[in-house]
C-alpha cells in the first residue's frame, strides 16, 4: 500500500490564483481530513468528510473547498489563492470504526505571493 | 469545547537524559487522546495512543505515555534520549470525527 498521498509536494502561487491539491488513499479509509499547519499553531482542520459524497467544514475553511466523489480520493482547492494561505497543507485518513487513528500524507508545501 | 495544550514549545534535553513532553486536554467527555511526531520535512506519524483501559500507554520507538484523569493530563515520555529523537511532537485528542492538536513541542537533543 502506499498509504496517504499527496501531489504537488511544493507549490507557489500568485495572489488571485486557483489551485488543487490532491489527496489520495488506498487504504479503504471512510474518514479523510484537510489540514493546515502553521507555525506555534499546530495543525487546524480545513475540512473534512466521513465518506463518498459526504464532507463539512473543519476549523479554517474560509477560501477552500472539498469534494469527495470517490472514497480514494479528496481535493482541495483553493478557488482565489491569498498569501495567508501560505502554509503546509497535510492530508489524513481514518481507518472505519476509528478515524481519530489518522495517517497523514507527506504534505504540500505553499507559498502564495 | 476541547482543548489541547502542550507546555513549552521548545525542550532540550542531552543524549541519555529523561524526556518528558508535557500535554494538558479539556473535554467534557472521556477523550482519546494520541502523540504524534514528525520528522523535519515529514508528515505526522501515530506515536501512541489512549483509548480505554491500562492508563499507561507504550508506544513506538520506547515512548510512553500516562493518561491522568484527576489532571487531565497526557505526558509523554522516554527515559533515554536518542538523537534521533530530536523532532516535533504533538498530542491531540479525538472525537468521532474531529481531531483537536496542540501547537506542538519541538524537542532538540544535545550530544
Known amino acids: 500500500n502506499a498509504g496517504v498521498t499527496q501531489t504537488p509536494k511544493f507549490q507557489v502561487l500568485k495572489t488571485g490564483q486557483s489551485m488543487t491539491l490532491q489527496c489520495a488513499q488506498d487504504?479503504?479509509?471512510?474518514?479523510m481530513s484537510w489540514y493546515r499547519q502553521d507555525p506555534g499553531m499546530g495543525l487546524r482542520l480545513i475540512h473534512y468528510?466521513?465518506?463518498?459524497?459526504?464532507?463539512d467544514q473543519g476549523e479554517v475553511p474560509n477560501g477552500y473547498n472539498v469534494s469527495r466523489s470517490t472514497t480514494e480520493d479528496f481535493p482541495l482547492r483553493l478557488l482565489s489563492a491569498a498569501p495567508s494561505q501560505t502554509s503546509v497543507y497535510f492530508c489524513?485518513?481514518?481507518?472505519?470504526?476509528?478515524?481519530?487513528?489518522?495517517?497523514f500524507g507527506p504534505g504540500t508545501r505553499l507559498t502564495v505571493t | 469545547a476541547q482543548s489541547v495544550t502542550q507546555l513549552g514549545s521548545h525542550v532540550s534535553v542531552s543524549e541519555g537524559a529523561l524526556v518528558l513532553l508535557r500535554c494538558n486536554y479539556s473535554?467534557?467527555?472521556?477523550?482519546?487522546l494520541f502523540w504524534y511526531v514528525q520528522y523535519p520535512n515529514q508528515g505526522l506519524q501515530l506515536l501512541l495512543k489512549?483509548?480505554?483501559?491500562?492508563?499507561l500507554v507504550k508506544g513506538i520507538n520506547g515512548f510512553e505515555a500516562e493518561f491522568k484523569k484527576s489532571e487531565t493530563s497526557f505526558h509523554l515520555t522516554k527515559p533515554s534520549a536518542h538523537m534521533s529523537d530530536a523532532a516535533e511532537y504533538f498530542c491531540?485528542?479525538?472525537?468521532?470525527?474531529?481531531?483537536?492538536f496542540g501547537t506542538g513541542t519541538k524537542l532538540q537533543v544535545i550530544p
Open positions: 487504504m479503504n479509509h471512510e474518514y
Open positions: 489524513a485518513s481514518g481507518r472505519p470504526g476509528r478515524p481519530y487513528e489518522q495517517y
Open positions: 491531540a485528542m479525538g472525537g468521532y470525527q474531529k481531531v483537536t
Open positions: 468528510s466521513v465518506g463518498a459524497g459526504i464532507t
Open positions: 489512549y483509548t480505554t483501559g491500562a492508563t
Open positions: 473535554s467534557s467527555v472521556p477523550p482519546y
